[in-house]
């Protein structure tokens, strides 16, 4: 591929960066070839211009794709190269917290300077037995990978750990070692594993130290060689040691430590053993407080001193040897304190009586003077004489510092021997894996002697590193039979040549160390002469004459020659190792033992100057002669390097580089620069680049062809999927260069895979765009006719309102026409009128003006007359009306009178609303009366109106004829006048009766306003007592809701108090039940391994004696309690014969071995105790529970009690008053003029006795609710007594009706019965008919699975398959149903053969008792319908009593039919199910029956140790272990149903009672077999899970379920197991059938249901536990469609439950971890609504587990999303406040304790006939 088709816009490469190295950038414009520099924007946005370089033209480095980003192993990525490689690390160490990867062979670990929780049991347990490709990278795969290669291949293995100081060398060993220990286990009960793991803190202690880069950092090298035997398993250990660093004993720089026992010494220095030792603070000692650092933060040295003692004993260092090395470690440190001054400028003195010389002395057992001699002096020897020379204060200090050195380093060797020597033991070793912690390449500011000798050991570990990578390379190609090309690699032979070769640097400095006058720079001016000028890797530094550099495979390194003389002697003071040699103290002359006068080839004292002091452990090989001691440290190390290397060529290595992330310590935080420094010298680079030089990526042909499906047509897809992927490579990859085909394998170069990422994205990303594209054209289809249809509908209503609008319009127009029409009229008309009568009213005036004139002329004269007429008159009326006057005032007076007793009695009726009505009544007749006769009156005055103007009309037209009739018209007047009086006293009368009528309105008013506040007042009292009525409710429905509530509050409160109590009581039995069951896992695994001695020491026996045999002992752990005598006697005679025929045993084993079963059998009965009183104090805490709760309950009644009598009281004063304001009203109407039965007093007195009503409902309501009360708490106290008085008595016996509260109750307790019986009723009906739908339900959904499931795997075939497929299902089909047809028809005839041996033995049973016994006698399966005809009564003979006889000599005979040689899958199918447990108990019957304790005893002894024998031989098969655990269960329950005990007789029939064991108890025997039952249990558990371990991961994760769903990922050197179905893989089906084929042989082997039911339980704790352990460990699994495939394989389980009916035995919910886990992949990870979500839902899960899953999680495709680190941290923050174990597997040892519920048989023992395939004939049936 060109360049140009790479670096396109878009994509993404990799730019130098001073501060991170590399960083990231995205072309946003094409390269062309030629162009000079690259267009990029940087992450941030930058836009930046990259100028190639001209010379080379190299473009950068393009980046993977994201889907690459984060993988496992380095090779996986497709573009190998340093900055994806750093990028990679960084990836999965601060965002996925993952500090391991693999890179090839290598395992890189990132040191995260925090204590992770993946070092647990669990882990190891997870990663035993897997291959190193299928788990996420892990120190512990690499040490499964050295175990396995070790057992499967027979060859050493050697593990190198290697890393800079800090990176975490020590505790990956450490870890590489417990990995070991915990699997593999010891071959001895030595515990070697334990002593292997106890070297660690020893070795820490001695030999590590604070630096400034690690607080914990090994300053030695050393190898470890795990010895193991032919079983693989640990038999010892041996450790070599490497450069002790010395100089730190007297000498630390800032911040740094001394070794940490001297810490931990002066921080025990209070202890009373140490008095003596004169330890202080270790601030007061010279050695240990030069680097101002005398405490590690979170780390106790007196702790960490008792660990060390603790590990010294297990080790076998006794107390006394421990005493003896912390005194020679405390005489150093005063030692160090000795003060050395000047005497003269050339000789020194210690002051007489130095209290830290006296204390030196005094420990090592010294001469004060000859020690205090000899640190100021030496000797010095010629030819002839020897002199003794004075050492200036200077010198003197470098020798008591060199003295100290010295001691510490023999000491150190001391240690380490012994260490060795606890580890070795005698057995062979037969293989061994070394491991090997060694110092990383360095280079410092100033580099030394100790800088050289470490990168050289480095130059040699990666020249065989680059070996082996090379040739796994070679191995590779060459098995896929790829043509081999040579890769360049780096070889640093040369420089391996230029350190060690003859004349080399080593060499030359041997050589100059022999020179008398040797020096640094007589050295340095050799180098410069010898490889200036003949090797390119030497250099000699511009400013300096004392250095030199050698570039080496990481880096140049320079190295000052200052001290490499003095480093390289290594040189100590002669007579000072005489003086120590002539210690009485034993320890230090042990220490100095064989030690040569000649310590130095010159006999010269070393001077000061370097950095460290060099030691290595001597060699054991070597000799004592003084050529061997005068070996140079560089020739120590170049010859223990040379061992050590050819140890390592000689196995097979595995690499684990240590890689610091930063030089602060601080917790997962990544420092690019040191991480690529660190990367370049510990060779992963190299190794990138030796694999990018070849074919990095590889795939098999199954995982390309399902990767890259989507770039194959349908016509492209051939049968041969080899041929496939060839003939599309072809195709998609023209350059045939870039890949390769192998036989199983396809090869591809460098960035290959990148770029058919980049096709199937691209193809991938078309086919959304086009789906992209259908589903958007339909949606905007779907959405532009759902427009089109709304705008229609607008469309059709507008016009329909426009229309209507229009017709409005039209409307409106007309009608306002209409009424234009009809105003116009109306104004015209009007306005006519108006002239109209404005003309008639001007005729009218004028006429009317003219009349009057005429009239007023008349009137003059007339009045005139009339005038003297009136005069006249007037005084004659004067008089009458005198008169009158005085009649009427008399009159008044009377009627005064009389109006006044009228008015009283008018007041009384009106006070009455009736009165009124009536008075209104009759006032309104008057009225209408007055009315009537007012209007007649005015008709007539209108009449007469009418007739006067018509007079006066015709008078003024016939005034002239008038005049000629005056004597006519005079008459006229005269009636005028007549009628003019008339007309006047009738409008007097009319103004007389208008004012009566006002008076009477105004009365009628005053009496309505009286009425209408008489009313008002009324509704206001009625309104008040309504009021007062809902108030009362009120507080009655908050009373009644605060009783429910408080009486729902202590039910829950009670319930939830009981339920946590019974919770806590429960787990705490099981914990006791799981530990009680663990011991006698313990007790069993003594047992055995007992038994295994037993036989090792009669093997023993038989070789060195040929005629003695020892017989097998028949005595049962289990019978412990019975037997201890005899078994502690016959245990310590194979004790003793052991002790005298090996040699090799330890004689105190059986020793242990008894006391540890006595200890197991005290354990036992004080947890039976314990268990006993665990249950007693869960009696009393419930009565105590319930007392106060009863108190309480007291209280709050009592408080109800007394509120409800206050609103009894409340009550009755309102009823007392409306009783009052009644009587009252009746008083003041019975002398009022209203009388009670008026409607107004009717209301009032209605409305008050509706209120009356509704305060008694309430009443019987309140009285209801105290019936219930009183009920449910007769209810809640009826279990404990019958007679206790009822806390609401005194409550009830305060009402006044008894007979209410009685009602109440009952009618209470009949509706209660009534609804109970309907819902039972309803609730039958409903069971009844969910069942049956259930079942027609799941039917339909097992033929649609198997439908859906033929459908979808014919779709995928071809279609010349597809007929295949449908032919094999169909025969699939029958086959099954043939298959249940034949199992059907096994039943049947099972069925009949038992039938027909029960016809035999009743028709054996009617011939002896004969044929005239009644119907009554004979069984249901004899009666027939026969007519009874009179028979003669035999005597009855004896019946069969369900006994068995046997012989004494017999009873092995009867074990060994019954139990040794019984196999289940033979004569045992045909049995009926428990028929050994039904004989061995007839048998026991008889012994019972016969009194014989003896027989009991060896019977059921010999039974027991039978079936431990048979369980040991066959321990491995599952029908077997079933099979017997069904048959103890049943013998078990068989001893409990006739034991006689009443608990356990009230299942039986009055036959079976009668059978009852009548003459020994045994309780203690049921203990022991019931122990015994626990023990086959467990290891049926076992059993199953070692069946069911290799198919779960595969099954449950590894197989697509669901075709299709799952894509698998580029993989890289390592193998990972693919997900597609090969041959041989496990299946879900594979799972399903095992377990319906273990459900299947529990039932035919009688398993008692809640047994099988408690072992599918764990069945599923195991399926669910071994899953989600496995996806926690492998980040290639945790992804969205893993999590879909799970919750399939999920739902199958769930539907196996179904079909089995098992789904109320919890097996469901131990799933529920790993279906929440399953829904954690799919579920949306982006905002705090999800993370909401999340902790909701992910309940079972623990706060670690959920982390890791997000952190694991890897997006399969492009399209997915990562789960981003805020989220994470989002998440952590909500679940902080959980209080949970942060273990992140689960334990997939547990397991859940077991119970044997008593299940009593319904078969009688009478009827049993023995098969005589069982060759039990010798039994007599009793």
Not at 407 to 436: C, D, P, R
Request: charged residues 30%; contains cysteine.
């Amino acid at each position: 591929m060109a360049a140009s088709e790479l670096y396109t816009k878009s994509a993404r490469v990799w730019i130098p960066d001073a501060e991170e190295v590399w960083k990231s950038a995205e072309l946003i414009k094409d390269y062309k070839n030629g162009d000079a520099s690259l267009q990029l924007m940087l992450e941030d946005g930058t836009n930046i211009e990259h100028k190639l370089d001209p010379k080379t033209k190299n473009l950068p480095y393009l980046r993977n794709p994201d889907i690459l980003v984060g993988e496992n192993d380095l090779t996986a990525l497709s573009y190998l190269h340093e900055p994806a490689v750093l990028h990679n690390l960084k990836v999965r160490f601060m965002d996925s917290k993952l500090i391991y990867t693999y890179c090839g062979i290598v395992l890189v670990a990132i040191n995260p300077y925090e204590t992770l929780p993946i070092y647990g049991t669990e882990i190891i347990n997870a990663y035993s037995g897997q291959n190193m490709g299928d788990m996420d990278p892990h120190i512990f795969a690499v040490a499964e990978e050295a175990y396995k290669q070790m057992a499967r291949d027979e060859r050493n293995q050697s593990i190198i750990v290697s890393g800079e100081s800090g990176a975490g060398k020590t505790v990956s060993a450490k870890y590489a070692m417990r990995y070991f220990a915990t699997v593999s286990g010891s071959a001895s009960e030595a515990n070697v594993e334990e002593k292997v793991l106890a070297s660690n803190p020893i070795m820490e202690a001695i030999g590590n130290a604070k630096t400034t880069r690690n607080d914990n950092s090994s300053r030695f090298g050393k190898y470890i060689e795990i010895g193991f035997d032919r079983r693989y398993r640990i038999i010892g250990a041996n450790m070599r040691t490497y450069l002790l660093e010395k100089s730190r004993v007297v000498f630390q720089a800032d911040e740094e430590r001394n070794y940490h026992v001297f810490y931990q010494l002066c921080a025990s220095a209070h202890l009373p053993e140490f008095k003596n030792l004169r330890l202080s603070s270790a601030n007061d000692f010279l050695y240990t407080r030069q680097g101002r650092s005398p405490v590690i933060d979170g780390v106790d040295d007196t702790k960490e001193l008792r660990s060390t003692r603790h590990a010294f004993t297990l080790l076998g260092i006794n107390e006394s040897y421990q005493m003896g090395l912390f005194q020679v470690l405390a005489a150093i440190l005063h030692l160090g304190n000795v003060e050395i001054k000047d005497r003269d400028s050339d000789s020194s003195i210690i002051p007489p009586n130095n209290r830290h010389l006296t204390a030196f002395c005094e420990l090592v057992g010294v001469s004060y003077p000859d020690m205090s001699q000899w640190l100021c002096h030496r000797k010095l020897k010629t030819a002839t004489e020897t002199y003794i020379k004075p050492l200036p204060r200077l010198q003197a200090t470098n020798a008591r510092d060199a003295l100290s050195k010295h001691i510490y380093a023999k000491l150190f060797n001391w240690i380490v021997e012994h260490v060795n020597k606890a580890l070795i033991t005698n057995v062979k070793q037969h293989s061994f894996i070394g491991v090997l912690d060694i110092y990383g390449f360095e280079t410092f500011e100033i580099n030394s002697f100790e800088q050289f000798c470490i990168n050289y050991a480095n130059e040699k570990l990666q020249q065989q590193f680059n070996m082996h990578v090379f040739k796994l390379e070679q191995e590779e190609y060459m098995k896929e039979q790829i043509p081999w090309t040579l890769i360049d690699f780096y070889d640093n032979q040369p420089c391996i040549n230029l350190i060690e070769a003859k004349m080399g640097i080593l060499d030359l400095l041997d050589e100059e160390c022999k020179m008398p006058r040797g020096s640094d720079e007589s050295w340095a001016q050799k180098l410069y002469n010898t490889h200036l000028k003949t090797c390119s890797l030497f250099e000699k530094p511009r400013m300096s004459n004392r250095a030199f550099i050698i570039q080496h495979f990481a880096d140049k390194v320079e190295y000052r020659c200052d001290g490499f003389l003095e480093k390289n002697k290594d040189t100590v003071n002669e007579e000072q190792i005489n003086v120590l040699k002539a210690s009485k103290f034993d320890l230090l002359v042990e220490l100095f033992h064989g030690e040569e006068k000649a310590t130095t080839p010159t006999g010269q004292v070393p001077g000061t100057g370097g950095r460290t002091r060099l030691s290595i452990k001597p060699d054991k090989s070597r000799g004592t002669s003084s050529k061997e001691h005068k070996k140079t440290v560089g020739c120590q190390f170049r010859n223990s390097l040379q061992m050590l290397m050819e140890t390592l060529n000689a196995t097979t290595p595995h690499y684990v580089r240590c890689i610091k992330p930063n030089d602060f310590k601080m917790a997962f935080s990544f420092d690019p620069k040191r991480a690529v420094q660190q990367l370049r010298a510990c060779g992963v680079l190299e190794t990138i680049r030796i694999s990018a030089a070849g074919f990095p990526s590889r795939w098999t042909y199954q995982e390309f062809f399902s990767r890259y499906r989507v770039l194959m047509k349908q016509k492209d897809v051939l049968t041969d999927k080899k041929l496939t992927c060839k003939n599309v490579l072809e195709r998609l990859v023209q350059d045939q260069d870039k890949y390769q085909f192998g036989k199983t394998k396809i090869f591809f170069r460098a960035g290959q895979v990148a770029y058919l990422e980049k096709l199937r994205a691209d193809k991938l990303r078309a086919a959304c765009i086009r789906i992209q594209k259908t589903i958007r054209c339909w949606l905007a289809r779907k959405k532009y006719l759902r427009k089109r249809s709304a705008a229609i509908t607008i469309q059709r209503f507008t016009r329909g309102y426009q229309a209507r609008c229009l017709v409005k319009f039209m409307r409106r127009t007309q009608a306002a026409t209409v009424i234009q029409k009809y105003q116009r009229m109306y104004v015209a008309r009007k306005l006519y009128r108006q002239k109209q009568a404005a003309a008639l009213a001007i005729q009218t005036i004028l006429r009317a003006y003219m009349a009057r004139l005429k009239y007023q002329a008349l009137l003059r004269e007339h009045k005139a007359v009339i005038i003297q007429k009136h005069i006249r008159g007037w005084l004659a009326r004067c008089w009458y009306k005198r008169c009158l006057e005085a009649i009427v005032y008399l009159q008044c007076c009377i009627r005064r009178m009389r109006a006044k007793q009228q008015l009283k009695k008018l007041k009384i009726e009106a006070r009455s609303v009736e009165h009124f009505k009536k008075l209104n009544k009759g006032m309104e007749n008057k009225i209408m009366q007055l009315q009537r006769k007012i209007d007649e009156q005015s008709k007539d005055n209108r009449l007469v109106n009418e007739r006067l103007v018509g007079l006066e009309s015709s008078y003024t037209v016939e005034s002239e004829r008038m005049r000629s009739e005056l004597s006519r018209l005079r008459g006229a007047e005269e009636d005028a006048k007549n009628k003019g009086n008339q007309l006047s006293s009738l409008l007097e009368e009319l103004e007389r009766l208008k004012k009566e009528l006002s008076a009477t309105q105004q009365e009628k008013k005053t009496i309505e306003d009286w009425a209408q506040t008489y009313r008002d007042e009324m509704e206001k009292m009625v309104s008040e007592l309504k009021d007062q009525n809902g108030s009362l409710k009120t507080e009655k429905d908050d009373l009644n809701r605060l009783i429910q509530e408080q009486s729902q509050q202590m039910t829950e409160k009670m319930a939830r108090s009981i339920a946590a109590e019974t919770q806590q009581l429960e787990t705490d039995l099981n914990e006791e039940r799981s530990r009680y069951q663990n011991l006698l896992t313990e007790h069993l695994r003594l047992e055995e391994k007992y038994d295994d001695l037993k036989e090792v020491v009669a093997l023993s026996s038989n070789v060195s004696k040929p005629g003695h045999r020892r017989t097998d002992s028949t005595h049962s752990s289990n019978e412990s309690e019975y037997t201890y005598n005899s078994e502690y006697a016959e245990l310590e005679e194979g004790s003793r014969a052991s002790e005298d025929v090996t040699r090799g045993m330890d004689t105190s084993l059986t020793l242990k071995l008894q006391k540890r079963v006595t200890e197991l059998e005290q354990e036992k009965q004080s947890l039976r105790n314990e268990l006993e009183n665990k249950e007693e104090q869960f009696q009393r805490a419930r009565a105590r529970d319930d007392a106060q709760f009863k108190k309480a309950r007291g209280a709050e009644l009592e408080y109800e009690s007394l509120k409800r009598q206050e609103l009894e009281s409340e009550n009755k004063k309102l009823r007392h008053d409306l009783g009052e304001m009644r009587q009252s009203l009746l008083g003041n109407a019975a002398t009022g003029a209203g009388a009670p039965g008026s409607p107004a007093y009717k209301v009032l007195l209605d409305q008050l006795n509706a209120s009356c009503e509704e305060l008694q409902v309430r009443k019987e309501e309140v009285l209801i609710l105290r019936s219930q009360l009183v009920s449910q708490k007769e209810a809640m106290h009826h279990k404990e007594t019958m007679t206790e008085p009822s806390v609401f008595a005194d409550d009830v016996n305060k009402l006044k009706d008894a007979d209410e509260i009685k009602q109440a109750y009952i009618g209470l307790k009949d509706t209660n019965r009534l609804l109970e019986h309907q819902l039972q009723t309803q609730r039958r009906t409903y069971d009844n008919e969910v069942e049956s739908m259930r079942g027609e339900l799941q039917n339909v959904k097992e033929d649609n699975n198997r439908q859906q499931q033929l459908l979808a795997q014919n779709l995928q075939l071809p279609p010349e398959a597809r007929i295949e497929a449908s032919l094999q299902h169909e025969i699939t089909r029958l086959t099954n149903e043939n298959l249940d047809l034949m199992e059907q028809l096994e039943k049947q005839d099972r069925t009949i053969r038992k039938l027909k041996k029960q016809l035999k033995v009743y028709s054996k049973r009617i011939g002896e008792m004969g044929a005239g016994q009644t119907e009554g006698q004979t069984s249901p399966g004899q009666i027939v319908d026969e007519p009874i005809h009179p028979v003669n009564i035999p005597r009855r003979e004896k019946d069969f009593q369900g006994m068995l006889e046997y012989k004494k000599e017999d009873e092995m005979k009867l074990v060994k039919n019954l139990i040794l040689e019984l196999k289940p899958r033979g004569v045992a199918v045909n049995l009926i199910p428990g028929l050994p447990a039904y004989v061995l108990f007839m048998c026991l019957r008889h012994a019972d029956y016969v009194n014989d304790d003896q027989k009991v005893r060896t019977l059921l002894t010999s039974t027991i140790n039978s079936i431990k024998k048979i369980l040991k031989k066959r321990g491995d098969d599952f029908e077997t272990v079933s099979f017997w655990l069904s048959n103890t269960c049943r013998f078990l329950h068989c001893l409990k149903q006739y034991s006689g005990d009443e608990a356990f007789m009230k299942h039986n029939t009055t036959r079976q009672n009668e059978h009852s064991l009548n003459n020994f108890d045994l309780a203690e025997y049921r203990q022991v077999i019931s122990d015994l039952a626990i023990q086959i249990y467990q290891q049926l558990i076992k059993c199953m899970e070692n069946i069911l371990q290799p198919m779960i991961v595969s099954g449950m994760l590894e197989h697509e379920t669901i075709q299709g769903v799952s894509g698998v990922k580029p993989t890289g050197l390592r193998k990972r197991t693919s997900s597609i179905a090969d041959e041989g893989t496990y299946t879900l089906e594979s799972i399903l059938r095992q377990l319906s084929a273990f459900h299947s042989t529990m039932c035919q082997h009688g398993t008692d249901p809640e047994l099988i039911k408690q072992v599918v339980k764990q069945q599923f704790y195991i399926i669910g536990a071994v899953t989600l352990n496995n996806l926690l460990l492998r980040k290639d699994m945790c992804s969205w469609s893993k999590g879909m495939q799970i919750r399939y394989n999920v739902s199958q389980l769930e539907e196996w439950l179904r079909d089995k009916g098992l789904m109320t035995c919890g097996a469901k919910e131990t799933l529920e971890p790993l279906i929440q886990a399953a829904q954690l992949l799919q579920v949306k990870k982006k905002t705090d609504e999800d993370a909401e979500a999340i902790c909701s839902m992910c309940l079972a899960l623990t706060t670690a587990q959920i982390v890791k899953v997000l952190n694991l999680y890897t997006p399969v495709n492009e399209f997915e999303e990562r789960v981003s680190v805020a989220f994470i941290r989002t998440i952590q923050t909500r679940l902080r406040d959980r209080c949970e174990s942060p273990q992140l597997l689960m334990d997939t040892k547990m397991i859940y304790p077991v119970t044997f519920p008593f299940n009593p048989s319904t078969l009688a023992l009478e009827t049993i006939q023995i098969p005589s395939s069982l060759n039990l004939s010798f039994l007599t049936r009793v």
